[in-house]
């Protein structure tokens, strides 16, 4: 068995907006405490920051291609801690924040931002996390997405966990979904959730096809820098409501190496009772692949496979 398909307990420990305290740890001393202290196998160490105002377009390595976490100067975080890590047998991955962009960035790249029906982007009506926007699988985007990835695992790293995309409700009418839905059905896009069309349902399959497609793609380009590598991203869980953002496991499911889903708590009474996380390991595990749940305590994550 290959060491994703055995049991693997991973861990992120996210410094927030301070990514450069990192650099003045005792590098030996943090990937020991991580294999002793909490027993992990594998993490995720930030490739680019879920942080504001959406810094998904900063990396924390250095890359002739994309732009540098500033608070990092030319320290690369992860081929710094990258030898640390492997000398204690921890799998390293990247967390790979592809969901959350400053709107500067998105004005520079206005072509590539999810719209609703009316022409607004996603982030006019609805601000990421209180400010910022997002892009669509369906725009250049994502070969600027793969670019991305192929530069991640060019530091050494086993694998890359995608935080997004995602198509967000109400999205997406850009122009390359237009063009896309007209080549596949014929027709224009339908006005969304118009339950009456029956365009309306075609447009549903459509936008969880477009993710699988991406994912596909990213899979691929992943692969021509490691062929073991792994990668999966934000999937989907049992919600009902799933398909507003089109996450669908059983779509994108065969072009990840774990099928993974959120399901957090928060101190308090809630975090008393497990049902909601069994219930979405349960429902990753019947798609056929090793399934991980993330949740979180404070700024703590561990994610623990099934």
């Known amino acids: 068995m290959k060491w994703w398909e055995k049991p693997v307990r991973m861990m992120r420990l996210d410094y927030g907006p301070d990514l450069q305290r990192m650099r003045d740890c005792d590098l030996d001393q943090l990937a020991r405490s991580k294999k002793e ?26 890359t002739p291609l994309f732009s540098k976490y500033p608070a990092l100067g030319n320290w690369d975080l992860i081929r710094s801690y990258l030898p640390y890590a492997r000398k204690y047998g921890i799998h390293v991955l990247a967390y790979l924040n592809l969901h959350w962009y400053a709107y500067d960035f998105g004005e520079e790249k206005a072509s590539w931002q999810q719209r609703i029906e009316d022409g607004r982007t996603r982030g006019e009506i609805a601000p990421l996390y209180g400010s910022g926007t997002t892009f669509c699988v369906n725009t250049p985007w994502k070969e600027w997405a793969y670019d991305l990835i192929r530069e991640a695992m060019k530091t050494g790293i086993e ?35 118009d339950w009456a069309d029956e365009l ?44 507003r953002v ?19 708590f928060h101190p308090g009474p809630s975090a008393q009772f497990p049902i909601p996380w069994t219930i979405t390991a349960k429902h990753l595990m019947a798609g056929g692949k090793p399934a991980v749940v993330f949740s979180h305590h404070g700024s703590m994550a561990l994610y623990s496979s099934a």
């Open 200 to 243: 309306w349902k075609e447009f549903i399959f459509f936008r969880e096809d477009s993710m699988a497609d991406f994912l596909q793609g990213a899979q691929e380009a992943m692969h021509e820098i490691n062929p073991e590598g792994v990668i999966f991203l934000n999937a989907g869980s049992w919600h009902g409501g799933g398909w």
């Open 246 to 264: 089109a996450r669908n496991m059983e779509k994108v499911g065969a072009y990840q190496n774990f099928n993974g889903a959120e399901s957090f």
């Open 37 to 62: 202290e909490w027993h992990i196998n594998c993490e995720w160490v930030i490739g680019t920051p879920g942080v504001a105002p959406g810094l998904g377009h900063q990396t924390t390595f250095n």
């Open 159 to 193: 694998g890359v966990f995608l935080d997004g995309p995602g198509l967000f409700p109400g999205c997406c009418y850009c122009d390359a979904c237009k063009e896309k839905f007209r080549e596949r059905t014929g027709h224009a896009l339908p006005s969304f959730e």
